[in-house]
């Protein structure tokens, strides 16, 4: 079995601001990604806004975060 309990000193917030520095992090390296990697496969005169896979992702992270900073 795994042995937590070196974990029960941290309070929540400690925990909270790792998660979202985490998140930050994630964030940071979605956007440093160059657009021709995000739409690749999609034709320069195809690709629109709801393509671009940065967006996506950057929401699915607001999303989880918001989430996790309710509980």
Do not use: C
Request: hydrophobic share 55%; proline share 1%.
């Amino acid at each position: 079995m795994l042995n937590f309990d070196w974990l029960s000193g941290i309070s929540t917030e400690t925990a909270k601001l790792i998660f979202f520095g985490l998140y930050f992090v994630i964030g940071a390296l979605v956007l440093i990604l160059p657009n021709d990697y995000v739409y690749e496969g999609i034709a320069k005169e195809d690709r629109h806004w709801w393509n671009n896979l940065k967006l996506w992702s950057l929401a699915v992270l607001a999303v989880l975060a918001s989430v996790y900073y309710q509980f």
